[in-house]
């Protein structure tokens, strides 16, 4: 190619340079394909590397928007070491919001620092003042009104002095306001933008920060034997209010289909009596936009949920996307289901388990835009009755696709909807799911007993990029999960769980009654489910039982409530204790205001003891001066110096201390007191 066809061709591209270069930007998930997470009030900490050819001084910007909105605001970058630069912005209302950057040269700010360099050599400036002048004029002519007068007249007095006085020229250049004004009118025409526009989806602050409670409305009747209603579920509500949650989960609601109906304990023999598994939805009363026909009506519903507010409680609905073999679904849309070669329907299993009473959707078929259509139908269905959460049974069985579409389009409409993934499977598809739009999900928590397991687990949730997308809800056990700790642990085990899920996660939840009672019977050695598990029966259960946990649990959720610390995740620290039966750490917030460190006996049998070493600096405490940690458990108080101190822990007692640090306050009278 010849040099003037190069010339000509390009020659678009050449009259516009752009020398900086904008790379490695977080956070940014998968190049940009899927939105960080926050929730309102929260900030986003923007970092890049920008860089330049040469040694010219470069300027840079973060820009944000809410995607409603059609101008950008600017936060000015700071340079940080290696070319590295950091910006942040907080966020302030729902939905979704933009990030971009964008960098240039700054033309006055290199020539003013090269300027600088000579006057104090010594060496003729004379020249260098006249370009300083015409970078002035320049950036006169691109501003207007009153900046642009005062730039004109600092480019007059600059021409003046460099004439008649360079020392007085040299403390021009210097003057504050004028290199504002330069900055805020530099000459952005050859500015690098970066290249994507990067998204954040703004939450509600219950998405960060929730508690919740599942229970089983068919088990609330207030005399045994009795199936109850959506009105004993209005009763309970003062119970689970009283201890301190703030989401009460509900099972699924719907009709139970009778085909291949589920006995007590899973047995594949119904009796007549068998009310079967809520998760098998569907019957002749209707699927999932109809109500159990023994809960209530839909307004009995709608009327629980409105209950529900005037104890501060908000009711999670149970969104499982699955059919009992007599679903209408089933006998209108056959084309929406797997076929087996005899021609019956492919039920659910998970070999060697068999769900004969349910039947999966099949996604695949050639009418799946009806099909999906038909299931975000169901979710508006329930948004509109006012459910504003939903729990969604299995979704990592479904295609990613269409969860995508399905969250997408229902916060366009509905921000303030909030969707917890229950993907009990591999790590990467949970991870998945969360970018693809779920706002929580359920973790391996439940599995993590031992301190280096829970140490490695949660600062892989809380220091990784994983916490930009995926935000964890802890559970101890689950309707279909009694671990082996709970089963073998007794009592303590119940508390031990409870203090680690409600302080090392910002959200988490209990299936109670089971938890607070502390059910442990399994239904077999080696299995994790039940015994009498209420998926397949009513169980009538004692919650004014002295030995319960209720109040242990409205304590923590208590200290949860009054304490900013244990309201996030990203400020868990773990910290050195010379006992691996013991775990010890910490939460704080920004200004460490208010720390909280937490030390548990892992071991639900024995009493253990160790040294514990606190980060005194990070917490802002004088090494010198003696501090206060107070029990918020059992408000005991101890004065703790240094960085080493002791601690022992009976299980069978109080297996944990929450301990809030107060500082030693010295008043001018030789008072002194603890913050």
């Keep these: 190619m010849e040099v003037d066809e190069l010339d000509k061709d390009d020659n678009d591209e050449l009259s516009l340079v752009q020398r900086v270069v904008i790379e490695n930007v977080k956070p940014e998930i998968q190049g940009g394909r899927f939105p960080i997470k926050r929730t309102i009030g929260e900030h986003v900490e923007v970092t890049a590397d920008i860089y330049a050819d040469g040694h010219d001084i470069l300027r840079a910007v973060l820009l944000h928007r809410p995607v409603s909105q059609r101008d950008w605001e600017e936060v000015p970058m700071q340079p940080l070491v290696n070319d590295c630069w ?39 400036i004379s020249v260098e003042v006249l370009t300083g002048v015409q970078l002035v004029q320049a950036a006169a002519q691109c501003a207007s009104g009153e900046d642009a007068q005062r730039l004109a007249d600092w480019a007059g007095g600059l021409l003046r002095l460099g004439k008649q006085n360079l020392n007085q020229a040299a403390q021009l250049i210097s003057n504050v306001d004028l290199n504002a004004l330069m900055v805020v009118h530099a000459d952005r025409s050859q500015a690098t933008i970066y290249d994507k526009e990067l998204t954040v989806v703004v939450d509600r602050e219950r998405a960060r920060f929730s508690s919740w409670y599942e229970m089983f409305p068919r088990s609330c ?5 009795r199936h109850g209603t959506f009105q004993d579920c209005e009763r309970r509500l003062e119970y689970i209010s009283g201890m301190g949650f703030d989401v009460l989960y509900l099972p699924p609601i719907h009709p139970i289909g009778r085909a291949h109906r589920k006995g007590k304990n899973n047995s594949e023999a119904a009796a007549p009596e068998d009310v079967g598994s809520p998760w098998a939805i569907g019957s002749k009363e209707g699927g999932h936009k109809a109500i159990h026909p023994e809960l209530g009506t839909l307004e009995d519903f709608r009327r629980l949920l409105a209950r529900a507010k005037e104890f501060r409680l908000e009711v999670a609905m149970d969104l499982a996307f699955q059919c009992a073999p007599d679903h209408p679904y089933v006998l209108e849309h056959k084309e929406w289901f797997r076929m087996r070669p005899d021609g019956t329907v492919q039920y659910a299993e998970n070999p060697p388990k068999k769900y004969q009473d349910i039947y999966p959707l099949y996604f695949e078929n050639e009418h799946n835009c009806e099909l999906w259509e038909e299931l975000r139908s169901v979710a508006r269905f329930w948004i509109e009755q006012g459910v504003r959460i939903f729990r969604v049974d299995n979704p990592h069985t479904k295609p990613f696709d269409f969860w995508e579409r399905l969250i997408a389009g229902i916060k366009t409409e509905y921000p303030e ?26 973790t391996y928590f439940a599995w993590r007993n031992t301190k280096s397991e829970l140490t490695e687990y949660f600062t892989e949730l809380t220091q990784t990029q994983v916490r930009e997308y995926f935000r964890p809800n802890l559970w101890p056990n689950t309707p279909d999960i009694l671990t082996e700790f709970l089963q073998f642990g007794g009592r303590p085990a119940f508390m031990i769980r409870l203090v680690l899920a409600a302080t090392l996660g910002a959200s988490y939840g209990i299936y109670g009654p089971a938890f607070e009672l502390h059910e442990n019977r399994a239904l077999r050695p080696g299995s994790e489910e039940y015994l009498d598990s209420e998926k397949y029966q009513i169980r009538h259960w004692d919650i004014d039982n002295p ?12 200290i949860r409530r009054d304490n900013p610390a244990l309201q996030g995740d990203w400020s868990l620290r773990f910290h050195p204790v010379d006992n691996d039966q013991l775990i010890v750490y910490s939460k704080t917030t920004g200004d460490v205001s208010d720390i909280i460190v937490v030390v548990v006996n892992l071991d639900p049998h024995h009493t253990q003891s160790g040294w514990v070493d606190l980060p005194v600096d990070s917490f802002q405490l004088d090494p010198h001066q003696p501090y206060q940690v107070h029990d918020l458990l059992t408000n005991a108080r101890y004065f703790w110096h240094g960085t080493h101190n002791y601690v022992e822990l009976n299980p069978q007692m109080m297996p944990a201390h929450i301990f809030r640090i107060r500082r030693l306050v010295r008043t001018e009278r030789d008072f002194d007191y603890f913050l």
């Excluded at 966020?91 to 700054?106: F, N, P, R």
């Excluded at 009747?221 to 034997?225: H, I, R, V």
């Excluded at 909030?418 to 359920?442: D, H």
């Excluded at 030995?547 to 208590?558: C, E, H, K, P, T």
């Design 547 to 558: 030995d319960s946990l209720r109040a242990l649990i409205a304590r923590v959720n208590r």
């Design 417 to 442: 909807v909030l969707f917890l993934s229950e993907a009990f499977t591999r790590p990467k598809v949970m991870y998945r799911l969360s970018q693809m739009g779920f706002t929580q999900s359920y």
């Design 86 to 124: 950091q910006a942040k912005f907080t966020v302030s209302a729902e939905g979704i919001h933009l990030y971009t950057l964008k960098a240039w040269v700054d033309p006055f700010q290199s020539w003013s620092r090269d300027f600088s360099k000579k006057f104090e050599a010594g060496q003729d």
């Design 221 to 225: 009747a207030e005399t045994a034997g």
